[in-house]
């Protein structure tokens, strides 16, 4: 298996929902991360995990929660959003740490649309 | 947050001619990726370099990572209708704390004309 799942594919909410975005690879990767992009603009990092344990946190607004069950699974909740959130929310993962094995693998992606 | 200067920033180019883009920045980078993006999905893994002057091909695509390891180019050679899409750089560095992270350049939009 070499690919990096997402569900769901399109989630759309309202300000006072809570959801969670999933993401799962089987490729034994040990650093998995959560990307946000914006139309037309390049992914922007948003958490990074390494060996299950959060390792960079790129100043995320708390409505944001990150979470590592295994080191297959990562999750992302969503609690309080704003609709300047709504964005297509990219999941990858890479072997880590070492540097010529650190090439990510993204997923499909989340179509998050916030009302 | 940070970007690398990606160009063109876009191109509509005629089925069968070759492409070339380049990726610069003020900042030396370990390693270089390229990945292509199709609209509503994630990027997808190209070519990646690890090595200042390393030439990489994959098909009809072949990457360099520049001598002063501040730069990198793709090129594709006669292009194809599916080529269509966003070509994004990536430049990887080692943080302090021995994490790794990508810093994305701007993305060449590609349009072939059939």
């Known amino acids: 298996d070499t690919e990096v799942t997402q569900t769901p594919k399109h989630l759309v909410m309202g300000m006072t929902n809570k959801k969670s975005l999933k993401c799962e690879q089987h490729m034994g990767h040990r650093a998995m991360y959560w990307y946000k992009q914006k139309a037309k603009k390049p992914p922007e990092l948003m958490f990074v995990?390494?060996?299950?344990?959060?390792?960079i946190n790129e100043s995320v607004p708390s409505r944001f929660s990150p979470e590592c069950p295994n080191s297959s699974l990562l999750n992302l909740h969503l609690h309080a959003l704003q609709p300047e959130d709504s964005a297509l929310y990219l999941c990858?993962?890479?072997?880590?740490?070492?540097?010529?094995?650190?090439?990510?693998?993204f997923g499909p992606g989340t179509r998050l649309t916030v009302l | 947050g940070q970007q690398l200067n990606q160009s063109p920033q876009s191109m509509f180019i005629q089925e069968g001619e070759d492409v070339s883009m380049n990726c610069t920045s003020s900042?030396?980078?370990?390693?270089w990726l390229w990945y292509k993006q199709d609209p509503g999905e994630g990027p997808v893994l190209l070519i990646a370099?690890?090595?200042?002057?390393e030439l990489t091909s994959n098909g009809r695509l072949t990457a360099q990572f520049g001598i002063t390891r501040k730069d990198s180019f793709l090129n594709i050679s006669a292009s194809i209708p599916s080529d269509v899409g966003i070509y994004f750089c990536a430049g990887q560095n080692t943080l302090t704390s021995g994490t790794y992270k990508y810093i994305f350049g701007t993305g060449t939009r590609l349009k072939v004309l059939a």
């Open positions: 995990y390494s060996y299950e344990k959060l390792s």
């Open positions: 900042s030396i980078f370990n390693t």
């Open positions: 990858a993962s890479s072997q880590d740490p070492l540097p010529s094995a650190n090439e990510q693998f």
């Open positions: 370099l690890y090595k200042a002057g």
